[in-house]
């Protein structure tokens, strides 16, 4: 079939679930048989969100080919299960820095440069790329339309739908219906406007999902129509839902997936398996018992920053049958904190995790946080940083290396987890240095390790060799393997060279595992991570302890 283009698009807010609607469009998609590839467009003028700070932007996603992109790209790998890539996330700054580096070249034969057509014809070309690869390639715009940063995405995505015809390429805009409850109904108005700002720059939307938290009258549905120059049946009513698992089924019901069909002209009898999404949402909705998993970070203010990993925590609720409660704690509280404090924050919790990070704030509460699961036994996941701090800890309070430190944190001290200056990827050597860029400068993407015959990671995986992405810039230093272990703490997962402790473990303690890498950017509802099957399994044996 040939390569159908959806291009969609956001009004009247932001963060109005884009990023879900077109994963959840691309399950549906998937569920009738057909191939689906989604890929994001950022306004924003970074090169990536890898040196933005998880408030601003919320988590990084990263890739198995290494790249740092969009929170939206997990939705779109958790949705559909097909492994995203550096070419499915672009941003206004990769754009400018693509197109000045031809300037540079004299690529442009001497012409002046300006953004109709070049920035343009660049976004165009990024688009174009992914013609041939999928049964349907969905584009997600980002930001808001009417924003001044979206109009070269905007014009782009105008000209490439006149490009391909509309045979080829669909406009779908998502809008909000707010409720004012003064009035006591729900307001079209501002979809209105949102539509004509987007025909002002030349699109006509075909689709309407209109985002709401409560029932949209068919009285509205029309008028949104009629005023939008839309068809009835393509203005697609998007509810709130308890889980963003039952969203898949929720615009089915709606007649999302039926509605693209038809636009294209497809035959829309037969041939749909949504059994997979009806089993995640039972297990969601009529769980057998409960947990409660303590996560100590230092970006609680903002769910978003964490998304991946409380996903894969509901994926491992899913896979146990139980409903996982998230307790965030912020770990600088335990900074100066005494044992009390600690106590009030994490006694009665099933299980304790660390995740990644970065800099000094918190870290000393998350090596108190690891004290008080290992000692208390209860079970303790730690996730890159979580790892350095699990080995701090048992260096400094069971190896007799008081000093014990990261040179992330201080110069000072002996630094058991230090700067990594040079690692392999595939058959080439990569050396990095304290003056380097900080963006892209980390061990990112998909690196193997090799597991310890017989250890504890090497039964819950399954197997002796796994890949897992990373994200990180220190590394532990494998001169302290040795004291290390005579304190208890084995490292049962190394690089296949021997040289970077990727995996340690306690085999004193019920369940005591941390990892360098981040398992939670692999784990969806249909196929949820091992790791996390296994640590919510310890929580369920830890709460019946209690």
């Not at 404090?341 to 918190?362: M, S």
């Not at 494998?478 to 690089?495: H, M, P, Q, R, V």
């Not at 784990?523 to 709460?543: G, M, N, T, W, Y």
Request: net charge negative; with cysteine; proline share 4%.
């Amino acid at each position: 079939m040939e390569t159908k283009f959806i291009f969609i698009t956001g009004g009247v807010v932001s963060s109005l679930g884009k990023g879900l609607g077109s994963a959840a469009l691309g399950a549906l998609l998937q569920a009738r048989g057909y191939s689906v590839r989604l890929c994001k467009l950022d306004p924003y003028l970074n090169i990536d969100p890898g040196t933005m700070s998880p408030f601003q932007h919320g988590e990084v996603y990263v890739t198995d080919d290494g790249a740092e992109t969009d929170l939206d790209l997990g939705h779109y790998e958790r949705f559909t299960g097909r492994p995203a890539s550096q070419m499915d996330n672009i941003t206004t700054g990769r754009i400018y820095q693509n197109v000045l580096n031809k300037e540079r070249r004299g690529e442009y034969l001497g012409a002046t440069v300006q953004v109709v057509p070049h920035i343009t014809n660049e976004i165009k070309d990024f688009i174009a790329e992914k013609d041939g690869t999928a049964d349907f390639v969905m584009c997600e715009i980002g930001g808001t339309v009417g924003d001044i940063e979206s109009l070269p995405f905007l014009e782009a995505i105008r000209q490439y739908g006149n490009e391909v015809g509309v045979k080829r390429a669909l406009f779908l805009h998502v809008t909000l219906l707010p409720y004012i409850p003064a009035a006591g109904e729900l307001k079209t108005k501002p979809t209105q406007h949102s539509v004509k700002e987007l025909m002002s720059v030349g699109i006509r939307p075909r689709m309407l999902l209109c985002r709401s938290d409560r029932p949209i009258e068919e009285e509205e549905l029309n008028k949104i129509a009629l005023f939008c120059n839309i068809e009835e049946s393509k203005v697609i009513p998007a509810l709130d839902a308890k889980s963003i698992y039952d969203v898949p089924l929720t615009y089915h019901k709606e007649g999302l997936d039926t509605e693209v069909l038809d636009y294209f002209n497809i035959d829309v009898e037969g041939g749909l398996d949504l059994t997979a999404w009806h089993d995640v949402s039972k297990a969601i909705h009529e769980p057998e018992g409960e947990v409660t998993i303590g996560v100590v970070g230092k970006y609680t203010n903002l769910a978003d920053s964490y998304k991946s990993l409380n996903e894969a925590l509901a994926h491992g609720g899913i896979a146990n049958n139980v409903k996982v409660h998230i307790k965030f704690i912020e770990a600088s509280i335990f900074d100066e904190g005494d044992d009390a404090a600690i106590v009030k924050e994490l006694d009665g919790v099933d299980g304790i995790l660390v995740p990644g990070a970065f800099g000094t704030r918190g870290a000393e509460g998350k090596i108190k946080a690891v004290k008080f699961a290992r000692e208390r036994k209860i079970p303790y996941f730690g996730i890159c940083f979580g790892l350095q701090m699990a080995v701090l800890e048992a260096a400094r309070h069971l190896a007799g290396i008081k000093d014990a430190t990261s040179s992330e944190f201080e110069n000072e001290g002996t630094h058991l987890v230090g700067l990594m200056t040079e690692w392999v990827k595939g058959n080439e050597t990569e050396a990095r240095d304290s003056s380097t860029d900080l963006g892209g400068t980390m061990r990112l993407g998909a690196y193997p390790a090799s597991l310890e015959k017989g250890s504890k990671i090497a039964d819950i995986y399954g197997t002796e060799s796994i890949e897992e992405r990373h994200r990180h810039r220190y590394e532990v230093n494998i001169n302290y393997k040795d004291k290390l272990e005579e304190a208890g703490l084995y490292f049962s997962g190394l690089s296949p060279d021997g040289k970077l402790p990727e995996i340690c473990e306690r085999r004193d303690h019920p369940w005591f595992v941390a990892g360098q890498y981040h398992p939670e950017l692999k784990s969806k509802p249909f196929d949820p991570h091992p790791l996390f099957v296994s640590f919510v399994e310890a929580a369920i044996k830890q709460s019946r302890l209690v």
